[in-house]
């Protein structure tokens, strides 16, 4: 199983590295955009300082965010490449990790807000992922995922 999953996380790492220069007008971003604006509405409801976003991206959604709130915002991904993107578009304004989202490099009960945008149905373990947003999470945080992919029901 250990194999399996380090196999999924290595195909989603080289997918997203080849598809970063091109990920923002291609059918994968630009079909969802419509969940996106109903997410980026819930999070203007949601009080909060420290925001962490799994699998961040080119950083959209941070930005976004950064637009109308003065908070710290964090975001981790898996691809190098997409994340240079992300360094690209929001500079210092953001402390952005490359890694694992089975091994968050962040400290207990860090983030009162964690985003989890069209990420979920590629995690091979996403048990152990919400454990790790568990543990990161401040108490009362709160936990907004959309993910709207075929194969989402079937994990």
Same mark, same amino acid.
């Given at each position: ?58 950083? %959209? ?14 975001? %981790? ?79």
């Amino acid at each position: 199983m250990r194999d399996k999953k380090r196999a999924v996380k290595e195909n989603t790492k080289k997918h997203f590295n080849r598809a970063a220069s091109k990920y923002e007008t291609s059918h994968a971003f630009s079909g969802p955009l419509s969940q996106n604006e109903l997410m980026y509405e819930r999070i203007r409801e949601i009080p909060f300082e420290n925001l962490l976003d799994i699998g961040c991206g080119t950083g %959209i959604l941070l930005s976004r965010i950064l637009e109308t709130r003065d908070v710290r915002v964090s975001g %981790i991904d898996i691809s190098k490449e997409m994340l240079g993107i992300a360094r690209e578009r929001l500079g210092d304004r953001a402390e952005l990790v490359e890694g694992d989202s089975e091994n968050l490099p962040f400290g207990d009960g860090e983030f009162d807000l964690v985003t989890w945008a069209s990420t979920f149905h590629r995690f091979p373990d996403p048990a152990n992922v919400l454990a790790e947003i568990g543990r990161v999470m401040a108490p009362g945080g709160t936990l907004v995922i959309k993910d709207c992919c075929s194969v989402f029901p079937l994990r």
